[in-house]
């Protein structure tokens, strides 16, 4: 399972980039080169934690000028976080704006139109599971299976904790990211290393077994 980090540019960080090779979470509107793999995050829930309206041809340019540095692994389609009606009208709207390979945020409320997932399929590559913790873990194993079956990648947006990464990768999750590891690279619990220290538990777990 792949991992992804957001906030992540410190000496710290990049010390468990390199060691685990994780790649990065590049989210509009942050201007940042990309140094290693990476994917296009669209901005929407920054947008909504600070109240403002995402402005699609600039993402979208944000898109391209990072296409134009380092091909990305994918790009993820406009959304709107909590309105899953709203979702699905911009990914049928854009989705044709969004460099490929292009992923269809899935968030909470969503998961009663398979028919229209399954319609829009083959402009999609993968999808993109948002919304709430609870939400996504309790239909983690439905969109695994759509995915599947219609030959679709699958990533979990904001996995930070050992116990998150176990369950994802034991659900077939192709996958992940989160902001946390290193924007708490120091703890008072973990010491340095912080939340990356969540990465260390979960790859040992994988080359080791439980």
Not at 114 to 131: E, K, S, T, V, Y
Request: proline share 5%; charged share 20%.
């Amino acid at each position: 399972m792949k991992l992804y980090a957001g906030n992540a540019g410190s000496n710290v960080s990049k010390y468990f980039l390199d060691e685990f090779n994780v790649g990065l979470c590049l989210s509009f509107p942050l201007k940042r080169k990309p140094f290693r793999e990476y994917f296009g995050d669209n901005g929407a829930f920054s947008a909504w934690r600070n109240n403002t309206q995402p402005d699609w041809q600039k993402v979208f340019a944000h898109f391209q000028w990072l296409q134009n540095q380092k091909k990305g692994d994918f790009f993820v389609i406009p959304d709107k976080v909590t309105d899953a009606k709203a979702t699905f009208a911009l990914a049928h709207k854009y989705w044709h704006h969004v460099p490929k390979p292009r992923y269809l945020a899935i968030q909470d409320g969503m998961e009663g139109i398979d028919g229209q997932i399954r319609l829009m399929a083959p402009n999609i590559q993968g999808l993109f599971i948002g919304g709430t913790k609870p939400w996504k873990m309790a239909f983690l194993p439905k969109w695994v299976e759509l995915a599947r079956f219609l030959g679709l990648k699958i990533h979990v947006g904001r996995i930070g904790t050992t116990a998150d990464l176990i369950t994802c990768h034991k659900a077939g999750v192709n996958s992940v990211d989160s902001t946390s590891w290193g924007r708490n690279e120091i703890t008072m619990n973990n010491g340095i290393g912080g939340s990356w220290n969540h990465v260390v538990r979960y790859w040992d777990w994988v080359r080791h077994g439980p």
